[in-house]
Nanobody
Framework: QVQLVESGGGLVQAGGSLRLSCAASGSTSSINIMGWYRQAPGNERELVATISREGNTNYADSVKGRFTISRDVAKNNVFLQMNSLKPEDTAVYYC???????????WGQGTQVTVSS
C-alpha cells in the first residue's frame, strides 16, 4: 500500500502561481509513475502531468508551457509548479502513482485549487 498526502492548494488570482506537493509513504520502492490529475465540478477526472522514475514527463495540452512536474525519487515526493494560472484550472488536484509490475494505482485525497478572474 502507498499513502499519498497532497499540500499547496489554495486561492489565487488569474496569472498567479501555486506549487503543489505530494508526499508518498508506505511501499514506495515499487512506485514507477507519479503524477497529477484534476477534477472540476461536473467534469471527469483528467490527466494533468506524469513523471517516471527516469524523469520522463507527459503533460496535458491545456497545461503545456505553464505547469512543470518534478520528482524527488529519494524522498518519494512529486511536485507540480503551476504558473500563469487561469480560471479554467480551478479543480481538485489529485496526486496519483502507479506501482509494481502490474501498475497498481493509488490516489491522494485531493487539494483544492481555485483561480479567480
Amino acid at each position: 500500500q502507498v499513502q499519498l498526502v497532497e499540500s499547496g492548494g489554495g486561492l489565487v488570482q488569474a496569472g498567479g502561481s501555486l506549487r503543489l506537493s505530494c508526499a508518498a509513504s508506505g511501499s514506495t520502492s515499487s512506485i514507477n509513475i507519479m503524477g497529477w490529475y484534476r477534477q472540476a465540478p461536473g467534469n471527469e477526472r483528467e490527466l494533468v502531468a506524469t513523471i517516471s522514475r527516469e524523469g520522463n514527463t507527459n503533460y496535458a495540452d491545456s497545461v503545456k508551457g505553464r505547469f512543470t512536474i518534478s520528482r524527488d525519487v529519494a524522498k518519494n515526493n512529486v511536485f507540480l509548479q503551476m504558473n500563469s494560472l487561469k480560471p479554467e484550472d480551478t479543480a481538485v488536484y489529485y496526486c496519483h502513482v502507479l506501482r509494481g509490475p502490474f501498475r497498481l494505482p493509488s490516489w491522494g485525497q485531493g487539494t483544492q485549487v481555485t483561480v479567480s478572474s
